[in-house]
């Protein structure tokens, strides 16, 4: 088990241009999920899959936003055209399907976004 | 739609005390809760999961109970240590849903040696 990893872990760009963020979740967790968050602010949620499947998306999900999960393993989140209220740290997390067991989620380091 | 609240949002005490930390929801039809711990700049470390048949966890110096009536939870940590500073988040999944957690804005808690 070696957690979930995000990569990049820091990315500065400029504002208008394209950026991908990589997330790898724990093996044989089947759901992913994207959060935002703003300094002084909990997670607040972007997305989720089960597998390959995009189940749900916040309203906070523009249309300058895409998440995929092909295969489902490995989830890249793309944010086009950047503002500078996209800057923020993205959270990928991943669990086991809920079920009466009522499974942990582990989340990653995290992916911190600038725009300048 | 779930909302939770934490309370206080910041805390300050020195080493040894105990310490409550709060967290509040308004949708009692809850699946689990579960206690983050973040350090800043870092990601999401999970301390505890409550289920919801469940009335409390224990890790260590850490005891979370829950209550789902008045839609309550509580962090208690016993004997504070300067390495508990963090913020505590709290997340909560509905039931009857997808099962996506909610979260509060966290405690910041700060322990002085």
């Known amino acids: 088990d070696t957690g979930v990893s995000q990569d990049p872990r820091h990315k500065i760009t400029k504002r208008g241009q394209n950026v991908t963020f990589r997330c790898d979740p724990i093996?044989?967790?089947?759901?992913l999920y994207w959060y935002r968050q703003t300094l002084g602010q909990g997670p607040e949620f972007l997305t989720y899959f089960q597998n390959e499947a995009q189940l749900e998306k916040s309203r906070l999900l523009s249309d300058r936003f895409s998440a995929e999960r092909p295969k489902g393993s490995f989830s890249t989140l793309e944010i086009q055209r950047t503002e500078q209220g996209d800057s923020a740290m993205y959270l990928c997390?991943?669990?086991?399907?809920?079920?009466?067991?009522?499974?942990?989620?582990?989340f990653g380091e995290g992916s911190w976004l600038t725009v300048v | 739609k779930q909302e939770v609240t934490q309370i206080p949002a910041a805390l300050s005490v020195p080493e040894g005390e105990n310490l409550v930390l709060n967290c509040s929801f308004t949708?009692?039809?809850?699946?689990?809760l579960q206690w983050f711990r973040q350090d800043p700049g870092k990601g999401l470390t999970s301390l505890l999961l409550?289920?919801?048949?469940?009335r409390e966890q224990t890790s260590g110096r850490l005891n979370a109970s829950l209550d789902k009536s008045s839609g309550r939870s509580t962090l208690y940590i016993a004997a504070s240590q300067p390495g508990d500073s963090a913020t505590y988040l709290c997340a909560v999944s509905s039931s009857g849903g997808s099962y996506i957690p909610t979260f509060g804005r966290g405690t910041s808690l700060i322990v002085h040696p």
């Open positions: 093996s044989e967790h089947n759901r």
């Open positions: 997390a991943s669990s086991k399907r809920q079920d009466f067991s009522g499974n942990t989620i582990y």
């Open positions: 409550i289920q919801s048949s469940q």
């Open positions: 949708d009692s039809a809850i699946y689990n």
